[in-house]
């Protein structure tokens, strides 16, 4: 019987089933191994560990530059404002992604043009952002959502042919490759969080990685001290600004600097163990008649695979998606509907003018959606379950997610009548 009917769940294991904010013992070594030998514990300048894990970071993505921050969030800014975004301006981004991939562009009052999704994988799909593209159009952001690389030919491609800028979100798919080419070294910039649940992580930080030295020069000048920008801004216009820079502080804590090296050092390990119980769980949920794995095309691979959700077809189950994840729920399981987060066309923000924060302007309104406007997105989003996204958790609890899916599938015919019983009664 089902456990939301009564049954004994499947899945007894206390929650959280993956603390993704934990320090992991490595962490704790690393970081007092730092404080004991008398580490600092602010970074003014590029240098000491702090230039030591750029340089590594640079050369993981075979790119000339790169510029650690104190967040995902101030990365994208400092990558959007390095490639000189200017009031007006349009931006093509995803709507399905976390609102940090746009929301830096709402200070530098650029204008987020939201396109829609692969039905498949939930990217970005190049032949919606051709709809999107007019004279303003400056920039195509991608987000290469939970691990899956998006089509970057087609983006490339497409931003060649109209002059534009493309900025990688990186975040997801840290070690990710696209036919052989490692995400984060195909866009003009890349940004990327370093933060609590990421695997390469200090608890709070990001970075920017470019070939670009003017894109360079900016973010060191918007988030950096003149310690700092007196060895890395040199170019004749921007030399004169180094005193004052532009006015934010995003320098990346020291000790986060230590405990995100240590992360990067272990990369090979952390990704094999997650793609070790990731693979485990899509082998286990393969031929469920309602909830498919999550779709990896063969000349990707994942990386960090920075989120897990499956696809559920309401159609074949003859119940909702909220009646489905419930069950789930009583069977144990840490599972969410509609995936980790909502379409952002769907946020009150992209749907009402005066918001109280992106004033009205005179050089170009503000894009609003309403529901409906990106279908294949609200399609896709709508069909979405969420899971943990196992890094050291024991095998058997990935098995015993596998085994409460197919409980559930199994007992179907209970769920739609539970459903239909609420359904009376209210």
Not at 136 to 156: K, N, S, W, Y
Request: hydrophobic share 40%; charged share 25%.
């Amino acid at each position: 019987m089902l456990a939301l009917l009564g049954g004994a769940p499947e899945v007894t294991a206390a929650h959280p089933h993956n603390d993704l904010c934990a320090f992991s013992p490595q962490d704790r070594e690393i970081i007092t191994a730092h404080l004991e030998a008398g580490g600092t514990t602010s970074y003014y300048g590029r240098d000491g560990e702090l230039r030591e894990f750029e340089d590594e970071l640079a050369e993981f993505f075979g790119r000339r530059h790169c510029v650690a921050v104190n967040s995902g969030t101030n990365a994208l800014h400092s990558a959007f404002f390095g490639i000189g975004l200017q009031p007006g301006d349009e931006v093509i981004v995803p709507t399905y992604t976390f609102l940090a991939t746009v929301s830096p562009l709402f200070s530098l009052r650029a204008v987020p043009v939201l396109a829609d999704c692969e039905s498949d994988t939930g990217n970005i799909d190049p032949e919606d952002i051709r709809r999107h593209i007019t004279p303003r159009t400056r920039a195509i952001v991608v987000t290469h959502q939970f691990g899956h690389p998006v089509e970057m030919d087609a983006v490339l491609d497409i931003a060649r042919e109209h002059g534009l800028k493309v900025v990688e979100d990186a975040s997801l798919a840290f070690g990710a490759t696209y036919k052989d080419r490692r995400v984060g070294s195909l866009g003009h910039v890349a940004a990327f969080s370093l933060g609590s649940t990421k695997m390469v992580s200090g608890g709070q930080g990001g970075a920017l990685v470019t070939d670009d030295p003017e894109v360079m020069e900016r973010a060191n000048l918007l988030g950096h001290f003149v310690r700092r920008s007196d060895t890395e801004v040199s170019s004749d216009f921007y030399r004169p600004f180094i005193t004052t820079g532009y006015g934010h502080n995003y320098r990346m804590h020291a000790l986060a600097v230590a405990m995100a090296r240590g992360r990067l050092h272990r990369l090979d390990d952390l990704i094999a163990a997650r793609h070790e119980r990731l693979t485990r769980l899509s082998s286990g949920l393969s031929g469920n008649p309602f909830l498919a794995p999550p779709v990896t095309r063969p000349y990707v691979h994942r990386g960090q695979w920075g989120g897990y959700t499956a696809t559920f077809d309401p159609e074949a189950a003859g119940v909702g998606i909220d009646t489905f994840v419930a069950a789930l729920a009583a069977e144990g399981l840490e599972v969410a509907a509609r995936g980790y987060h909502p379409l952002l066309h769907r946020a009150e923000f992209f749907r009402t003018a005066d918001d109280g924060y992106y004033p009205g302007q005179p050089w170009h309104e503000k894009r609003l959606y309403d529901d409906g406007d990106l279908p294949r997105s609200e399609w896709h989003a709508d069909r979405q379950i969420a899971f943990p996204i196992f890094l050291d958790e024991p095998v058997e609890l990935v098995d015993a997610y596998a085994r409460a899916v197919h409980k559930v599938a199994g007992h179907i015919e209970e769920l739609r009548a539970a459903e239909a019983a609420d359904s009376t009664a209210q």
